[in-house]
């Protein structure tokens, strides 16, 4: 499916049926576009990636825009959450509820704290579920992963 050209994203590289690698052809979200940024003003453009999502129907609302920085962070905050959860066995409830911080992240002078999120009240039962669903996408993850490592590599942010 084409990703559309005339909405205030401007899509400069795409990579169209995403749906194909993410799900096999069952999710809705049709391509993934690195471009200009929808909320670009006169005079200040900034660059962002879009998820595309589409119902069948039209192209949805809940399409995602992040600026490139956030989309890193994301991947920043799997990562720590991955090696985090590795080793999460160890603990009875799969967390310390006496000491929820699992690590931070130095970015710009100031730290992402990352911690397990005890104000849940279903926390025990949800860090259950998503180390399930972690494990059941660990392949797909862990391929990512890898292609991210040889990407990073080829730009020389990783020692040979």
Request: proline share 3%; with cysteine.
């Amino acid at each position: 499916m084409k990703i559309p050209n005339h909405l205030k994203h401007k899509a400069v590289f795409v990579a169209e049926n995403y749906d194909r690698i993410e799900a096999k052809g069952g999710s809705d979200a049709k391509g993934l576009s690195l471009g200009l940024a929808q909320w670009n003003q006169k005079g200040n453009v900034d660059i962002s990636a879009k998820v595309w999502r589409h119902t069948g129907g039209k192209w949805s609302r809940q399409s995602e825009e992040m600026p490139l920085h956030r989309v890193l962070d994301l991947a920043l905050l799997i990562c720590k959450t991955q090696k985090y959860m590795n080793d999460a066995y160890r603990f009875e409830k799969l967390y310390d509820p006496a000491s929820p911080a699992i690590g931070s992240i130095d970015l710009q002078g100031s730290m992402m704290e990352i911690s397990v999120n005890t104000s849940n009240t279903e926390i025990d039962e949800d860090i259950a579920l998503f180390r399930d669903c972690l494990a059941r996408e660990g392949e797909r993850i862990g391929e990512r992963l890898t292609r991210l490592a040889a990407v990073l590599k080829e730009l020389g942010y990783v020692n040979p």
